[in-house]
Protein backbone atom coordinates (compact mmCIF):
# COMPACT_ATOMS: atom_id res chain seq x y z
CA UNK A 1 0.00 0.00 0.00
CA UNK A 2 2.72 2.50 -0.58
CA UNK A 3 0.92 4.49 -3.15
CA UNK A 4 -2.17 5.07 -0.31
CA UNK A 5 -1.94 8.63 1.73
CA UNK A 6 -0.31 9.16 5.44
CA UNK A 7 -3.68 8.72 6.61
CA UNK A 8 -5.56 5.68 5.22
CA UNK A 9 -2.23 3.77 6.32
CA UNK A 10 -2.56 4.62 9.90
CA UNK A 11 -6.03 3.96 9.88
CA UNK A 12 -5.76 0.90 8.17
CA UNK A 13 -4.14 -2.50 9.44
CA UNK A 14 -1.45 -3.98 6.95
CA UNK A 15 -1.66 -7.01 5.40
CA UNK A 16 -0.46 -9.36 8.17
CA UNK A 17 2.53 -11.84 8.54
CA UNK A 18 1.30 -15.50 9.35
CA UNK A 19 3.08 -15.75 12.27
CA UNK A 20 0.97 -13.22 14.07
CA UNK A 21 -2.18 -13.82 12.49
CA UNK A 22 -3.44 -16.85 14.60
CA UNK A 23 -3.06 -17.78 18.58
CA UNK A 24 -4.12 -21.32 19.62
CA UNK A 25 -6.69 -19.90 21.34
CA UNK A 26 -8.25 -17.40 18.07
CA UNK A 27 -8.78 -14.82 20.42
CA UNK A 28 -9.45 -11.25 19.63
CA UNK A 29 -12.90 -11.94 17.02
CA UNK A 30 -14.06 -7.93 17.13
CA UNK A 31 -17.87 -8.24 17.30
CA UNK A 32 -19.40 -5.90 14.91
CA UNK A 33 -22.67 -3.37 16.16
CA UNK A 34 -24.72 -5.40 13.38
CA UNK A 35 -27.68 -3.15 13.36
CA UNK A 36 -29.60 -4.92 10.30
CA UNK A 37 -26.97 -7.66 9.81
CA UNK A 38 -27.44 -11.37 9.83
CA UNK A 39 -27.77 -12.06 13.36
CA UNK A 40 -28.03 -16.18 13.70
CA UNK A 41 -24.05 -16.79 14.30
CA UNK A 42 -23.22 -18.19 17.65
CA UNK A 43 -20.13 -16.76 19.38
CA UNK A 44 -18.06 -18.90 22.37
CA UNK A 45 -15.53 -17.39 24.31
CA UNK A 46 -15.69 -14.10 21.59
CA UNK A 47 -15.31 -16.14 18.83
CA UNK A 48 -17.69 -17.25 15.97
CA UNK A 49 -18.59 -21.14 16.22
CA UNK A 50 -21.06 -21.60 14.22
CA UNK A 51 -23.87 -19.76 11.86
CA UNK A 52 -25.19 -19.55 8.12
CA UNK A 53 -22.47 -19.44 4.94
CA UNK A 54 -24.97 -16.14 4.26
CA UNK A 55 -23.99 -14.77 8.25
CA UNK A 56 -20.38 -15.64 7.97
CA UNK A 57 -20.10 -13.63 4.62
CA UNK A 58 -21.45 -10.97 6.41
CA UNK A 59 -18.92 -11.03 9.14
CA UNK A 60 -16.22 -10.55 6.13
CA UNK A 61 -16.92 -7.56 4.89
CA UNK A 62 -16.08 -4.58 6.34
CA UNK A 63 -18.35 -1.59 7.15
CA UNK A 64 -17.91 1.94 8.00
CA UNK A 65 -17.44 1.26 11.51
CA UNK A 66 -16.11 -2.31 11.48
CA UNK A 67 -13.22 -4.90 9.90
CA UNK A 68 -13.17 -8.43 10.74
CA UNK A 69 -10.45 -9.84 12.91
CA UNK A 70 -7.10 -11.25 10.71
CA UNK A 71 -8.15 -14.55 12.13
CA UNK A 72 -11.82 -14.55 10.72
CA UNK A 73 -10.79 -13.55 7.45
CA UNK A 74 -7.69 -15.86 6.84
CA UNK A 75 -10.45 -18.60 8.44
CA UNK A 76 -12.92 -17.70 6.36
CA UNK A 77 -11.36 -17.39 3.38
CA UNK A 78 -9.75 -21.14 3.65
CA UNK A 79 -12.94 -22.90 4.66
CA UNK A 80 -15.09 -21.10 2.63
CA UNK A 81 -14.38 -23.20 -0.88
CA UNK A 82 -15.67 -26.27 0.93
CA UNK A 83 -19.02 -25.18 0.41
CA UNK A 84 -19.00 -22.22 -2.14
CA UNK A 85 -16.49 -21.19 -5.34
CA UNK A 86 -14.28 -18.07 -4.83
CA UNK A 87 -15.83 -16.32 -7.74
CA UNK A 88 -19.29 -16.60 -6.43
CA UNK A 89 -18.34 -15.66 -2.44
CA UNK A 90 -16.97 -12.34 -4.73
CA UNK A 91 -20.37 -12.09 -6.41
CA UNK A 92 -21.70 -11.95 -3.04
CA UNK A 93 -18.96 -9.78 -1.41
CA UNK A 94 -19.84 -7.27 -4.18
CA UNK A 95 -23.43 -7.22 -3.86
CA UNK A 96 -22.92 -6.44 -0.28
CA UNK A 97 -20.77 -3.70 -0.84
CA UNK A 98 -22.76 -2.15 -3.63
CA UNK A 99 -25.66 -1.81 -0.86
CA UNK A 100 -23.77 -0.35 1.81
CA UNK A 101 -22.29 2.11 -0.96
CA UNK A 102 -25.47 2.63 -1.67
CA UNK A 103 -26.82 3.57 1.69
CA UNK A 104 -23.73 5.64 2.39
CA UNK A 105 -24.27 7.93 -0.66
CA UNK A 106 -27.62 8.08 0.09
CA UNK A 107 -27.28 8.99 4.19
CA UNK A 108 -26.54 12.39 5.51
CA UNK A 109 -23.45 14.26 4.80
CA UNK A 110 -21.47 12.67 7.96
CA UNK A 111 -22.13 9.65 6.68
CA UNK A 112 -20.72 10.42 2.65
CA UNK A 113 -17.91 11.44 4.33
CA UNK A 114 -17.17 8.06 5.12
CA UNK A 115 -17.25 6.93 1.73
CA UNK A 116 -13.63 6.87 1.38
CA UNK A 117 -12.84 5.10 4.48
CA UNK A 118 -15.20 2.31 3.58
CA UNK A 119 -13.69 1.98 0.17
CA UNK A 120 -9.82 1.80 2.24
CA UNK A 121 -11.57 -1.35 4.19
CA UNK A 122 -12.77 -3.02 0.92
CA UNK A 123 -9.48 -2.40 -1.22
CA UNK A 124 -7.83 -4.16 2.64
CA UNK A 125 -9.63 -7.23 2.66
CA UNK A 126 -9.23 -7.50 -1.33
CA UNK A 127 -5.68 -7.06 -0.56
CA UNK A 128 -5.44 -9.70 1.90
CA UNK A 129 -7.51 -11.77 -0.04
CA UNK A 130 -5.49 -11.74 -3.79
CA UNK A 131 -2.02 -12.11 -1.45
CA UNK A 132 -2.96 -14.90 0.67
CA UNK A 133 -5.06 -16.57 -1.99
CA UNK A 134 -4.23 -15.68 -5.54
CA UNK A 135 -5.21 -18.79 -6.91
CA UNK A 136 -8.73 -18.38 -6.06
CA UNK A 137 -8.60 -15.25 -8.78
CA UNK A 138 -6.91 -17.74 -11.57
CA UNK A 139 -10.67 -18.41 -13.31
CA UNK A 140 -12.08 -15.11 -15.51
CA UNK A 141 -15.43 -15.06 -13.77
CA UNK A 142 -13.33 -14.58 -10.14
CA UNK A 143 -10.93 -11.62 -12.16
CA UNK A 144 -14.59 -10.37 -12.90
CA UNK A 145 -15.97 -10.03 -10.23
CA UNK A 146 -12.56 -8.64 -8.53
CA UNK A 147 -12.79 -6.39 -11.62
CA UNK A 148 -16.46 -5.36 -10.71
CA UNK A 149 -16.10 -4.71 -7.36
CA UNK A 150 -12.77 -2.43 -7.57
CA UNK A 151 -14.54 -0.36 -10.23
CA UNK A 152 -17.50 -0.03 -8.19
CA UNK A 153 -14.89 1.10 -4.91
CA UNK A 154 -13.04 3.71 -6.93
CA UNK A 155 -15.85 5.60 -7.91
CA UNK A 156 -15.75 6.71 -3.96
CA UNK A 157 -12.63 8.26 -4.75
CA UNK A 158 -12.56 10.10 -8.07
CA UNK A 159 -11.47 12.92 -7.35
CA UNK A 160 -7.84 12.43 -6.86
CA UNK A 161 -7.29 8.31 -8.00
CA UNK A 162 -5.90 7.29 -4.56
CA UNK A 163 -8.44 4.12 -4.75
CA UNK A 164 -7.77 3.51 -8.09
CA UNK A 165 -3.50 3.60 -8.41
CA UNK A 166 -4.08 1.22 -5.05
CA UNK A 167 -6.06 -1.00 -6.56
CA UNK A 168 -4.31 -1.29 -9.99
CA UNK A 169 -1.01 -2.13 -8.00
CA UNK A 170 -2.89 -5.04 -6.16
CA UNK A 171 -4.22 -6.23 -9.37
CA UNK A 172 -0.59 -6.21 -10.74
CA UNK A 173 0.93 -7.98 -8.24
CA UNK A 174 -1.85 -10.68 -8.53
CA UNK A 175 -1.48 -11.15 -11.70
CA UNK A 176 2.58 -11.59 -11.37
CA UNK A 177 1.83 -14.15 -8.45
CA UNK A 178 -0.66 -16.15 -10.74
CA UNK A 179 1.87 -15.71 -13.63
CA UNK A 180 4.94 -16.78 -11.24
CA UNK A 181 2.69 -20.13 -10.30
CA UNK A 182 1.72 -20.94 -13.61
CA UNK A 183 5.44 -20.89 -14.72
CA UNK A 184 6.64 -23.47 -11.53
CA UNK A 185 3.46 -25.53 -12.92
CA UNK A 186 4.66 -25.65 -16.55
CA UNK A 187 8.17 -26.18 -15.52
CA UNK A 188 7.38 -29.42 -13.40
CA UNK A 189 5.06 -30.74 -15.38
CA UNK A 190 7.61 -30.22 -18.50
CA UNK A 191 9.89 -32.38 -15.91
CA UNK A 192 7.59 -34.45 -14.35
CA UNK A 193 7.89 -38.36 -14.37
CA UNK A 194 5.65 -41.25 -14.64
CA UNK A 195 4.34 -42.64 -11.60
CA UNK A 196 5.61 -45.78 -12.21
CA UNK A 197 9.32 -44.68 -13.40
CA UNK A 198 10.65 -43.46 -10.11
CA UNK A 199 14.25 -43.11 -11.75
CA UNK A 200 16.55 -45.91 -13.72
CA UNK A 201 15.50 -49.43 -12.25
CA UNK A 202 19.19 -51.70 -11.88
CA UNK A 203 18.67 -55.40 -12.10
CA UNK A 204 22.04 -56.08 -11.58
CA UNK A 205 25.05 -55.06 -9.04
CA UNK A 206 26.41 -52.12 -10.43
CA UNK A 207 30.24 -51.45 -10.95
CA UNK A 208 32.88 -50.69 -8.61
CA UNK A 209 33.51 -47.54 -10.31
CA UNK A 210 29.83 -46.64 -9.64
CA UNK A 211 29.33 -43.10 -7.70
CA UNK A 212 27.70 -43.65 -4.27
CA UNK A 213 26.46 -41.44 -1.78
CA UNK A 214 29.64 -41.47 -0.01
CA UNK A 215 32.03 -40.47 -2.64
CA UNK A 216 29.60 -37.01 -2.76
CA UNK A 217 29.05 -35.96 0.37
CA UNK A 218 31.08 -38.06 3.63
CA UNK A 219 29.34 -35.53 6.16
CA UNK A 220 26.38 -36.81 7.57
CA UNK A 221 25.58 -32.86 8.66
CA UNK A 222 26.16 -31.49 5.39
CA UNK A 223 23.83 -34.17 3.83
CA UNK A 224 21.04 -33.19 6.46
CA UNK A 225 21.55 -29.56 5.59
CA UNK A 226 21.08 -30.17 1.81
CA UNK A 227 18.01 -32.62 2.75
CA UNK A 228 16.55 -29.64 4.42
CA UNK A 229 17.21 -27.47 1.25
CA UNK A 230 15.36 -29.60 -1.08
CA UNK A 231 12.35 -30.17 2.19
CA UNK A 232 11.82 -26.24 1.89
CA UNK A 233 12.19 -25.97 -1.74
CA UNK A 234 9.18 -28.20 -1.92
CA UNK A 235 7.04 -26.81 0.97
CA UNK A 236 7.47 -23.41 -0.42
CA UNK A 237 5.40 -24.62 -3.18
CA UNK A 238 2.43 -25.20 -1.28
CA UNK A 239 -0.28 -22.90 -0.69
CA UNK A 240 -3.17 -23.09 1.87
CA UNK A 241 -6.01 -23.75 -0.69
CA UNK A 242 -3.69 -26.91 -1.55
CA UNK A 243 -3.86 -27.85 1.88
CA UNK A 244 -7.54 -27.41 1.88
CA UNK A 245 -8.02 -29.65 -0.89
CA UNK A 246 -7.25 -32.55 2.31
CA UNK A 247 -11.06 -31.52 2.78
CA UNK A 248 -12.74 -30.69 -0.48
CA UNK A 249 -11.51 -33.47 -2.64
CA UNK A 250 -12.35 -36.12 -0.73
CA UNK A 251 -15.88 -35.51 -0.18
CA UNK A 252 -18.88 -34.34 -2.60
CA UNK A 253 -19.93 -31.35 -0.95
CA UNK A 254 -22.71 -28.96 -0.57
CA UNK A 255 -25.12 -31.02 -2.52
CA UNK A 256 -22.26 -31.78 -4.93
CA UNK A 257 -21.71 -28.20 -5.35
CA UNK A 258 -18.40 -27.77 -4.93
CA UNK A 259 -15.73 -30.01 -5.26
CA UNK A 260 -11.96 -30.26 -5.02
CA UNK A 261 -10.05 -28.92 -8.15
CA UNK A 262 -7.47 -32.18 -8.85
CA UNK A 263 -4.37 -30.00 -10.22
CA UNK A 264 -4.58 -28.10 -7.14
CA UNK A 265 -3.54 -31.43 -5.37
CA UNK A 266 -0.47 -31.85 -7.74
CA UNK A 267 2.24 -30.27 -5.09
CA UNK A 268 0.92 -32.00 -2.36
CA UNK A 269 1.46 -35.44 -4.38
CA UNK A 270 5.03 -33.70 -5.52
CA UNK A 271 5.98 -33.86 -2.10
CA UNK A 272 4.51 -36.82 -1.03
CA UNK A 273 6.66 -38.66 -4.05
CA UNK A 274 9.93 -36.64 -2.90
CA UNK A 275 9.53 -38.59 0.82
CA UNK A 276 8.93 -41.50 -1.45
CA UNK A 277 11.88 -41.42 -3.44
CA UNK A 278 14.37 -40.14 -0.93
CA UNK A 279 13.47 -43.71 0.88
CA UNK A 280 14.04 -45.60 -1.82
CA UNK A 281 17.33 -44.13 -2.66
CA UNK A 282 18.46 -44.63 1.19
CA UNK A 283 17.47 -48.47 0.44
CA UNK A 284 19.55 -48.24 -3.28
CA UNK A 285 22.76 -46.94 -1.30
CA UNK A 286 22.56 -49.29 0.94
CA UNK A 287 21.74 -52.56 -1.28
CA UNK A 288 23.16 -51.98 -4.03
CA UNK A 289 26.94 -52.04 -1.57
CA UNK A 290 29.06 -55.53 -2.42
CA UNK A 291 31.08 -55.54 0.80
CA UNK A 292 29.23 -56.36 4.27
CA UNK A 293 31.63 -53.39 5.65
CA UNK A 294 30.75 -50.65 3.26
CA UNK A 295 27.10 -51.67 3.68
CA UNK A 296 27.44 -51.62 7.14
CA UNK A 297 28.95 -47.95 7.15
CA UNK A 298 26.42 -47.01 4.63
CA UNK A 299 23.76 -48.07 6.66
CA UNK A 300 25.66 -45.96 10.21
CA UNK A 301 26.23 -42.96 8.00
CA UNK A 302 22.42 -42.45 7.03
CA UNK A 303 21.65 -43.21 10.90
CA UNK A 304 23.90 -40.45 11.40
CA UNK A 305 22.56 -38.53 8.61
CA UNK A 306 19.00 -39.12 9.93
CA UNK A 307 20.31 -37.56 13.66
CA UNK A 308 21.70 -34.54 12.23
CA UNK A 309 18.08 -34.16 10.72
CA UNK A 310 16.12 -34.59 13.61
CA UNK A 311 18.62 -32.03 15.72
CA UNK A 312 17.96 -29.53 12.42
CA UNK A 313 14.05 -30.35 12.74
CA UNK A 314 13.92 -31.78 9.79
CA UNK A 315 11.56 -34.47 10.58
CA UNK A 316 9.83 -35.56 6.97
CA UNK A 317 13.70 -36.09 5.78
CA UNK A 318 14.51 -38.21 9.22
CA UNK A 319 11.16 -40.21 8.75
CA UNK A 320 12.10 -40.95 4.94
CA UNK A 321 15.17 -42.35 5.67
CA UNK A 322 13.91 -44.49 9.28
CA UNK A 323 11.55 -45.80 6.27
CA UNK A 324 14.05 -46.30 4.01
CA UNK A 325 15.82 -48.63 6.16
CA UNK A 326 13.27 -49.82 7.76
CA UNK A 327 12.22 -51.37 4.03
CA UNK A 328 12.59 -55.56 3.88
CA UNK A 329 15.16 -55.49 2.16
CA UNK A 330 17.42 -53.49 4.06
CA UNK A 331 15.72 -54.48 7.00
CA UNK A 332 16.13 -58.31 6.07
CA UNK A 333 20.57 -57.76 5.97
CA UNK A 334 20.42 -59.64 9.45
CA UNK A 335 24.26 -60.40 9.00
CA UNK A 336 24.86 -56.46 8.10
CA UNK A 337 22.69 -54.80 10.92
CA UNK A 338 24.47 -57.52 13.22
CA UNK A 339 27.92 -54.78 12.80
CA UNK A 340 25.85 -52.11 13.22
CA UNK A 341 26.04 -49.94 16.24
CA UNK A 342 22.36 -49.44 16.41
CA UNK A 343 21.99 -47.32 19.68
CA UNK A 344 21.77 -44.33 18.03
CA UNK A 345 19.21 -46.17 15.06
CA UNK A 346 17.20 -46.95 18.67
CA UNK A 347 16.76 -43.07 19.88
CA UNK A 348 15.58 -42.35 16.03
CA UNK A 349 12.88 -44.82 16.58
CA UNK A 350 12.09 -44.30 19.64
CA UNK A 351 11.29 -40.38 18.64
CA UNK A 352 9.47 -42.04 15.55
CA UNK A 353 7.80 -44.84 17.35
CA UNK A 354 3.38 -45.08 16.22
CA UNK A 355 2.31 -46.14 19.71
CA UNK A 356 -0.04 -43.73 20.92
CA UNK A 357 -0.61 -41.47 17.35
CA UNK A 358 3.44 -40.72 17.58
CA UNK A 359 2.88 -39.17 20.57
CA UNK A 360 6.63 -39.36 21.20
CA UNK A 361 7.20 -37.58 17.40
CA UNK A 362 4.77 -35.16 18.29
CA UNK A 363 6.53 -34.00 21.54
CA UNK A 364 9.82 -33.12 19.21
CA UNK A 365 7.80 -31.43 16.92
CA UNK A 366 5.74 -29.43 19.74
CA UNK A 367 9.84 -28.40 21.19
CA UNK A 368 11.05 -27.80 17.85
CA UNK A 369 7.75 -25.87 16.97
CA UNK A 370 8.41 -23.68 21.15
CA UNK A 371 12.15 -23.56 19.49
CA UNK A 372 11.08 -21.92 16.40
CA UNK A 373 9.16 -18.68 18.17
CA UNK A 374 11.52 -17.57 19.96
CA UNK A 375 14.29 -18.15 18.12
CA UNK A 376 16.92 -15.05 16.72
CA UNK A 377 18.35 -17.41 13.71
CA UNK A 378 16.98 -19.11 10.73
CA UNK A 379 18.91 -22.12 11.79
CA UNK A 380 16.65 -22.56 15.06
CA UNK A 381 13.14 -21.79 12.87
CA UNK A 382 13.13 -24.68 10.64
CA UNK A 383 10.41 -26.83 11.74
CA UNK A 384 9.42 -29.22 8.95
CA UNK A 385 6.81 -31.75 10.03
CA UNK A 386 6.64 -35.41 8.77
CA UNK A 387 4.38 -34.57 6.05
CA UNK A 388 1.83 -37.66 5.70
CA UNK A 389 1.05 -37.55 9.16
CA UNK A 390 0.15 -33.58 8.96
CA UNK A 391 -2.08 -34.52 5.87
CA UNK A 392 -3.74 -37.30 8.21
CA UNK A 393 -4.44 -35.20 10.89
CA UNK A 394 -6.09 -32.87 9.35
CA UNK A 395 -7.83 -35.22 7.17
CA UNK A 396 -8.71 -36.76 11.04
CA UNK A 397 -10.15 -33.30 11.92
CA UNK A 398 -12.18 -33.11 9.00
CA UNK A 399 -13.61 -36.84 9.39
CA UNK A 400 -14.30 -36.82 13.11
CA UNK A 401 -16.44 -33.15 12.82
CA UNK A 402 -19.36 -32.86 10.23
CA UNK A 403 -19.21 -29.96 8.58
CA UNK A 404 -22.81 -28.43 9.33
CA UNK A 405 -23.96 -28.89 12.47
CA UNK A 406 -27.70 -30.50 13.14
CA UNK A 407 -29.82 -26.95 12.82
CA UNK A 408 -28.06 -26.26 9.32
CA UNK A 409 -25.38 -23.77 10.46
CA UNK A 410 -21.84 -24.39 9.53
CA UNK A 411 -20.11 -25.81 12.22
CA UNK A 412 -17.07 -23.01 12.04
CA UNK A 413 -15.36 -24.39 15.23
CA UNK A 414 -14.05 -27.33 13.01
CA UNK A 415 -12.50 -24.53 10.67
CA UNK A 416 -10.47 -22.75 13.42
CA UNK A 417 -8.78 -26.00 13.93
CA UNK A 418 -7.76 -26.79 10.88
CA UNK A 419 -6.47 -23.30 9.64
CA UNK A 420 -4.49 -23.14 12.69
CA UNK A 421 -2.68 -26.12 12.04
CA UNK A 422 -2.77 -24.86 8.60
CA UNK A 423 -1.60 -21.54 9.48
CA UNK A 424 1.43 -23.76 11.75
CA UNK A 425 2.89 -24.65 8.26
CA UNK A 426 2.57 -21.82 6.31
CA UNK A 427 4.74 -20.04 9.01
CA UNK A 428 7.22 -23.12 9.16
CA UNK A 429 7.18 -22.92 5.31
CA UNK A 430 8.33 -19.24 4.95
CA UNK A 431 11.62 -20.04 6.56
CA UNK A 432 14.74 -19.23 4.91
CA UNK A 433 17.14 -21.84 4.46
CA UNK A 434 20.37 -20.50 6.69
CA UNK A 435 22.73 -23.70 4.90
CA UNK A 436 25.00 -23.06 2.21
CA UNK A 437 23.52 -24.73 -1.06
CA UNK A 438 25.58 -27.75 -2.61
CA UNK A 439 24.63 -28.02 -6.18
CA UNK A 440 27.12 -31.22 -6.48
CA UNK A 441 25.14 -33.05 -3.60
CA UNK A 442 21.71 -31.72 -4.77
CA UNK A 443 22.09 -33.06 -7.86
CA UNK A 444 23.01 -36.50 -6.81
CA UNK A 445 20.24 -36.78 -4.05
CA UNK A 446 17.44 -35.55 -7.18
CA UNK A 447 18.57 -37.51 -10.02
CA UNK A 448 20.75 -40.28 -8.47
CA UNK A 449 18.87 -44.13 -10.07
CA UNK A 450 16.50 -46.12 -7.83
CA UNK A 451 16.23 -49.56 -7.49
CA UNK A 452 12.68 -50.89 -8.47
CA UNK A 453 11.27 -52.73 -5.28
CA UNK A 454 12.01 -56.17 -7.33
CA UNK A 455 15.67 -54.64 -8.09
CA UNK A 456 15.87 -53.90 -4.17
CA UNK A 457 15.17 -57.84 -3.21
CA UNK A 458 17.36 -59.03 -5.63
CA UNK A 459 20.41 -56.79 -4.94
CA UNK A 460 19.50 -57.79 -0.74
CA UNK A 461 19.53 -61.68 -1.66
CA UNK A 462 22.82 -61.64 -3.55
CA UNK A 463 24.65 -59.45 -0.92
CA UNK A 464 22.73 -62.50 1.86
CA UNK A 465 20.97 -65.21 1.00
CA UNK A 466 17.56 -66.21 1.78
CA UNK A 467 17.45 -67.42 4.89
CA UNK A 468 13.96 -69.35 5.43
CA UNK A 469 11.51 -70.77 3.35
CA UNK A 470 9.38 -67.93 1.97
CA UNK A 471 12.65 -65.71 1.38
CA UNK A 472 13.66 -68.91 -0.38
CA UNK A 473 10.11 -68.81 -2.68
CA UNK A 474 10.75 -64.94 -3.36
CA UNK A 475 14.10 -65.00 -4.31
CA UNK A 476 13.31 -68.13 -6.61
CA UNK A 477 10.50 -66.20 -8.63
CA UNK A 478 12.43 -63.52 -8.92
CA UNK A 479 15.12 -65.21 -10.60
CA UNK A 480 12.61 -67.04 -12.73
CA UNK A 481 11.08 -63.55 -13.67
CA UNK A 482 14.81 -62.16 -14.59
CA UNK A 483 15.45 -65.36 -17.06
CA UNK A 484 12.08 -64.98 -18.67
CA UNK A 485 12.55 -61.43 -19.56
CA UNK A 486 15.98 -62.39 -20.85
Known amino acids: MSAAPRKMRETMPQTPIFSSMLGSSCSGQVQPDMGERCVDPVYQDGNIVSGSLEALIERLVPTMDYYPDRTYIFT????????IHPHELLAKVGQICIKQKQQLEAGTEAEKAKLKSFAAKIIQLLKEWTETFP?????????????????????????????KKIISQMTQNLLM?????????EIKEKFRQPATDKGTILKTKPQSTQKDILSVCCDPLILAQQLTHIELERVSNIYPEDLMQIVSHMDSLDNH????????????EAYDNWFNCLSMLVATEICRVVKKKQRTRMVEFFIDVARECFNIGNFNSMMAIISGMNLSPVARLKKTWSKVKTAKFDVLEHHMDPSSNFCNYRTAL??????????????????IPVFNLFIKD?????????????????????FWEISRQIHDFLTWKQVECPFEKDKKIQS???????????????????SEGPENHMEKDSWKTLRTTLLNRA
Open 76 to 83: FLLSSRVF
Open 135 to 163: YDFQDEKSMKELKEIAHRITQCDEENGTV
Open 177 to 185: ALSARSQYQ
Open 257 to 268: KCRGDVTKTYNL
Open 366 to 383: QGAAQRSQTANSNREKIV
Open 394 to 414: IYFLHKIHTNRLPNGQINFKK
Open 444 to 462: YLLTAPIYSEEALFIASFE
